[in-house]
């Protein structure tokens, strides 16, 4: 098929990375999460005795080392829980797929 689309060459990768993101799971913060390394949530939430990092009295920090792409959505997520509260931004997100 890559000999008469050249665009399916790089198909096997492309599979596998949905392999592998199908797989993944991350049960989150306070549940001992943490599978991206440049998260410091896990940690942090209880140095700071807080739930979500917009409740810290030094959000927004540098402690996470996110991409640009990453430390854009955090912020987002972040700034949204704190101007309607955490229980309307999950009605907001629960039936938006995350990928």
Do not use: T
């Not at 993944?24 to 410091?40: E, F, I, N, T």
């Not at 700034?79 to 309307?88: H, I, N, P, S, T």
């Amino acid at each position: 098929m890559a000999g008469f689309m050249p665009v399916f060459a790089g198909y096997p990768q492309f599979r596998d990375m949905l392999e592998h993101f199908s797989k993944a799971s991350c049960p989150g913060c306070r549940a001992g999460g943490g599978v991206y390394p440049a998260c410091s949530a896990k940690d942090c939430y209880r140095e700071m005795r807080v739930e979500y990092c917009f409740q810290c009295r030094e959000y927004p920090c540098e402690r996470n080392r996110y991409d640009e792409v990453h430390l854009l959505r955090w912020k987002q997520i972040n700034d949204r829980m704190k101007e309607v509260g955490v229980e309307r931004y999950y009605e907001e997100q629960k039936s938006i797929p995350r990928y």
